[in-house]
């Protein structure tokens, strides 16, 4: 298993010894808030798992993953049967940049800064982009505009629940680019999946999505009071 940064997880070491592998196919994984931010503790059990298809549905069974500590207390199953997405990539927003070029807006994007921090570059016509050692394509110089000037923010996740909580890659990038942000800028989340009922281990400082659009439907969070 993979995390977002092609840094493998955990491997089963057992199938190439005890199987003859012949094809290799790459899928992604339907998961719960609680078992993304396992994976990415490293608390996955995979020797005892294996792919079977129902419906023509590929379901992983008996992977394990350990819940947090807070968790410990609920009723949950580390070895829930779990529906993979044979073919699924990673959003791709080329068109939607192409849609907000055709309107006349002002589109930036981002540049990681010293390894920890994002700045926000204007995308011109001669603006050259390379790939960043995440494998991200970025801008290599250009106008910078502050996070208070922006509007409207397309956030990438891993995973987001029913009241807006977003799970994110973990660097903390965006979280602390959005608490620069003006409080009345929209923050739209992009998403090939549906929502989870509850992140848990949500901080007073992280900052909920406004919306999220998935290919099936979008979604639109209310404020908490």
Known sequence: MKAANNNI??????????????????????????????LRDGK??????????????AW?????????????????DPTRSRKLLLNK?????EFILHILQGKDKSILVPKVKNNKEMSHILLQDNTALKLSNYGIPEPISGIEIL??????????L?????????????????????AACSPQVIKVGLSFFEPVERIADVDAFDIPLTACVTPLR????????
């Open 9 to 38: 997880i955990v491997k089963n070491k057992n199938a190439a010894r005890n199987y003859h592998l012949t094809d290799k196919y790459q899928a992604g994984i339907v998961l719960e808030g609680w078992e993304v931010k396992g």
């Open 44 to 57: 996955v059990d995979v020797k005892d798992s294996y792919v079977t298809l129902k419906n023509n549905e």
């Open 60 to 76: 992983v069974i008996g992977l394990k993953i350990d819940p947090p500590a807070s968790l410990m207390h609920e009723s949950i």
């Open 89 to 93: 990539k990673e959003i791709n927003t």
């Open 147 to 156: 996070p208070s000037k922006i509007d409207v923010v397309f956030v990438p």
């Open 158 to 178: 891993l995973a987001y629940d029913v009241k807006g909580n977003r799970l994110g890659y973990g660097k903390g990038f965006y979280d602390r680019f959005l």
């Open 218 to 225: 979008s979604y639109l969070f209310s404020p908490e009071v």
